[in-house]
């Protein structure tokens, strides 16, 4: 074979890794079809939608560049709380603006807090993160005046989405919008991690020491991908706080880290989609077992992780492995060309 | 000034004895259990019952409440924890997380959700005067009982053939295993007494800290807060650092009540990014 | 003859151990430069001192006559440095061209591209196959790097510094652990290396040595015992006695 379709060949195989495998398309063909499908579950469903984009924040950090966080409800809170200020009093009445604004206001928690997770062990990290969401609810609680502490922030009331689209009680407007931004940050993430930068997040995960010793700027990376993620978790926040027009304490507290943890380990990390199965499967579990014992439900997700641990990660993510799997041979679009090539090549 | 001196010395030692076994844990086994304050909560809970439902008296219950503490934890150490011994950090966190969930939520449904207060004997009420300033009865035999406690831990590390046997598997495993020292049963009567001091600690914490079924999840911040800054290898470590956080923690919210919560967390950081890795890195030989 | 790497003074202390001690290494451009010594001399400290992965305690280091003392890691590698380690450090879950094209994106500049796919710049793609072509890794390079065998990964821990198109070139130990039959083709890489590129090579197999050596410096304990041709070294009776004669004779 020629070197010159050699090089053509790894680059097609290069390119086809992030080529769309019919399982996702499948998978989204359908979230979009629940819209007329289930109309009757789209309050659920925009809770799924809202925990599937936080869990891809996670995903982002956790999977794809290993920085293990227990206070990704930091920036969910700092979020949700933003938005709900700006539409409380009125600063920004589109919420489709308000929500980015909310998200960019978390991106830059996530800038300037990022220098917290750069060193240290796996323990550092989770303590670091979780000690800066604690810091955050503090705030919150403190200052009750703007937050309205405890009872929650009162009186939020959601303009109508680009002045056409007013949130039903039934939950369409919202379902049709979170999916939306779900959908739209997907492919942004799904960009991000195909690319150059993506693959050495993987690097940097992989090997760090090997990583900078071709040349990667480790702590630029990081930064960079923390920040992004930071924003993600922001956005899912203010999704939130729009779709129900209310935001309270619960947004920063230590479970909604814990839970966000169990449900990208129950999708599985690091493939993008783990936190969206995941949080179908948590949504659903929590329905059903709420629906039973709607107090004593934690002790369920305890049981769950102790489980999940004792029966090993990796003998779960061994499970999920077929779906993974099959997402990933992207490459036999790449492997018919490839042959078709090399038969080219023999020939000439 | 003086009582919230005390009252912080108060604090700080319940703290420690609270956070001590953790440590203990943490730089015996390098193993984060952030069920920790489950087995507090587990102490305070059985004082709850031995002197409210059984009449036991207070004194009497505190004995019994760190034997009965220490027992669970052998129990859950042996059938649960041993499993888990050489997974990640992150698999320790997630596992000891789940056991605080599921103690959250078991104890919500045993003794309901609401506060609970130990009846203490007459004699533990009010305050008496040394020197001139009013010290609370209870929290003096507080700083009595925590402080024979850390001579006696002190001694047993420094002074015993048990302590320098722990000591050993601290710092190498395998040399100390190669000893003959029966590391595994080391680790099983450690975690055992360490869970008990907690249990011992929920005990006498439950008037001053309050219990209920959350407790495990409010502490649990404190308590690592105290291992971060006190660090693992010693007992004076983290000694030291739940004086600092115990009076650091009360003058703070006394002085500064809008800021007072903050000091501890803002410490917590500040220290994990000086030392990062100084605080949780494996001492001796590796 | 211009010095292309040159340390002053480097120290580098662990608490009361002595790594490396008052070393004055000078590599000339273009050199064919070994550096040899018996176990715990401090080599590999002396590489991970030039690369940036430890920091000295005391003195300088010099690429090109620029000082690169307080630069990180990556730092060095875009300007000029790349090394390979004694022990594998490769990425388990990629593929060899997925690591060869870490390497070439980032001297390209363009590692830090978010936008673009992976593979879309020909110029990568096609630099990563000739890299792969020269080091014998077509046949496995859309495998999982853990699943390789030993020699390839011992190839490609070499293509991946070599694919930074670095002016210096440090080898820690390559022929480390690798199969006595698939020896010749570590041996034949090195050699194959471009003569514009200065090499340092870390070795214990004296055959490789001798082979590929124009200079040789002994470090022993930290400190430069002594420095010469490969003839010289040979003939020396110190460093007989101090390395060449550790084996029991001489």
Redesign the interface.
């Given at each position: 074979m020629s070197q010159q379709s050699l090089g053509e060949e790894v680059a097609r195989r290069l390119v086809a890794r992030a080529s769309w495998h019919p399982l996702e398309i499948l998978f989204w063909a359908a979230a979009l079809a629940s819209i007329y499908v289930l109309p009757g579950r789209h309050l659920i469903l925009t809770e799924i939608a809202i925990l599937g984009l936080f869990a891809l924040s996670l995903d982002l950090i956790l999977g794809y560049a290993g920085i293990v966080s227990l206070g990704q409800a930091a920036f969910f809170g700092f979020g949700a709380y933003t938005a709900g200020l700006l539409a409380k009093h009125e600063l920004v009445s589109e919420p489709l603006l308000a929500m980015i604004v909310s998200g960019v206001a978390a991106a830059l928690l996530g800038f300037v807090t990022s220098f917290l997770v750069l060193r240290g062990s796996d323990l550092t990290r989770i303590m670091v993160t979780l000690g800066v969401a604690l810091v955050l609810r503090e705030i919150a609680n403190r200052y009750a005046w703007l937050t309205g502490g405890a009872d929650g922030l009162q009186g939020i009331e959601i303009n109508p989405l680009l002045g056409l689209y007013r949130f039903d009680m039934y939950g369409h407007t919202a379902y049709c919008y979170a999916l939306g931004v779900l959908i739209v940050f997907f492919l942004l993430a799904r960009r991000i991690v195909h690319s150059p930068f993506g693959l050495s997040l993987q690097s940097i995960k992989g090997n760090p020491l090997r990583a900078s010793a071709v040349g990667i700027p480790i702590n630029g990376r990081l930064v960079a991908i923390y920040t992004i993620a930071a924003g993600y978790a922001g956005i899912a926040g203010a999704l939130l706080t729009q779709t129900t027009a209310f935001t309270s304490l619960s947004v920063l507290d230590f479970e909604r880290s814990a839970d966000l943890l169990l449900v990208l380990i129950i999708g599985g990390a690091g493939y993008l989609y783990g936190g969206l199965i995941g949080a179908i499967l948590f949504k659903l579990m929590q329905d059903y077992l709420a629906s039973l014992t709607p107090q004593y439900w934690p002790f369920w997700i305890g049981l769950l992780l102790v489980a999940i641990v004792l029966i090993g990660r990796e003998r779960i993510t061994s499970w999920t492995t077929p779906i993974r799997s099959l997402l990933a041979r992207l490459d036999w679009r790449a492997r018919r060309a490839a042959s078709a090539v090399a038969v080219e090549g023999q020939g000439s | 000034m003086l009582t919230i001196l005390f009252d912080g010395i108060a604090y700080g030692m319940l703290l420690f004895v609270l956070a001590c076994g953790l440590a203990v844990t943490l730089g015996l086994m390098n193993f984060?259990n952030l069920a920790h304050g489950a087995f507090a909560m587990a102490g305070g809970y059985c004082t709850v019952i031995l002197v409210n439902s059984w009449g036991i008296p207070f004194l009497a219950a505190l004995p019994l409440a760190f034997l009965s503490t220490a027992i669970l934890g052998l129990a859950f150490e042996r059938t649960?924890y041993i499993?888990?011994y050489g997974?990640?950090?992150?698999?320790?966190?997630?596992?000891t997380?789940?056991?605080?969930?599921?103690?959250?939520?078991?104890v919500?449904?045993v003794m309901g959700s609401s506060q609970v207060f130990v009846r203490l004997p007459s004699w533990l009420e009010g305050q008496i005067s040394v020197l001139g300033v009013g010290i609370g009865r209870y929290r003096l035999l507080i700083i009595i009982i925590c402080g024979l406690l850390t001579l006696l831990l002190q001694f047993i590390l420094a002074g015993t053939r048990f302590g320098s046997r722990l000591r050993a598997a601290v710092d190498d495993q395998r040399v100390a295993r190669g000893l003959g020292i029966n590391v595994g049963g080391v680790f099983a009567l450690t975690f055992a007494f360490g869970s008990g001091l907690a249990g011992l600690g929920g005990a006498l914490g439950a008037e001053i800290l309050g219990l209920d079924p959350i407790f495990p999840?409010k502490y649990m911040?404190y308590f690592?807060i105290v291992v971060?800054v006190g660090g693992t290898s010693s007992i004076t470590g983290p000694f030291l650092a739940s004086l600092l956080l115990g009076i650091g923690d009360v003058a703070g919210k006394y002085y500064m009540p809008?800021l007072g919560?903050?000091v501890i967390?803002?410490i917590?950081?500040l220290v994990?990014?000086w030392r990062?890795?100084g605080l949780?890195a494996r001492g001796g030989a590796r | 003859m211009t010095v292309m790497l040159e340390t002053i003074a480097l120290e580098k202390r662990f608490g009361g151990l002595v790594a490396a001690s008052n070393v004055a290494l000078k590599v000339e451009k273009g050199a064919r430069h070994a550096l040899i010594g018996p176990n715990g001399a401090g080599k590999t400290t002396l590489i991970n001192l030039l690369t940036g992965v430890l920091r000295p305690t005391a003195g300088r280091i010099l690429l090109d006559e620029r000082d690169i003392t307080s630069l990180k890691p990556h730092s060095r590698v875009k300007l000029g440095i790349a090394r390979t380690f004694q022990i594998n450090q490769l990425f388990a879950d990629l593929t060899p061209i997925e690591t060869v094209s870490l390497a070439v994106s980032e001297r390209l500049g363009c590692g830090k591209d978010w936008w673009r796919i992976v593979g879309r710049p020909r110029q990568v793609s096609d630099e990563v196959v000739k890299i792969l072509e020269n080091f014998r890794l077509v046949d496995v390079m859309h495998e999982r790097t853990a699943i390789l065998p030993y020699g390839k990964q011992r190839l490609l821990e070499i293509a991946v510094a070599v694919a930074s198109a670095p002016r210096v070139l440090l080898l820690d130990e390559p022929a480390a652990g690798v199969p006595e039959d698939e020896r010749h083709m570590i041996l034949d890489i090195v050699a194959g290396l471009p003569p514009d590129v200065t090499v340092l090579l870390i070795e214990h197999d004296m055959d490789l040595v001798f082979q590929f050596a124009k200079f040789i410096s002994v470090l022993v304990n930290g400190v430069l015992f002594v420095e010469g041709s490969p003839e010289a070294i040979a003939r020396d009776e110190r460093v007989r006695q101090v390395y060449l004669g550790e084996a029991g004779h001489g």
């Open positions: - | 984060v649960l499993h888990v997974k990640s950090h992150l698999d320790q966190v997630l596992f997380i789940g056991l605080v969930f599921m103690s959250v939520a078991a919500d449904y999840l911040i690592l971060t809008t919560a903050f967390y803002s917590m950081i994990l990014i990062p890795q949780f | -």
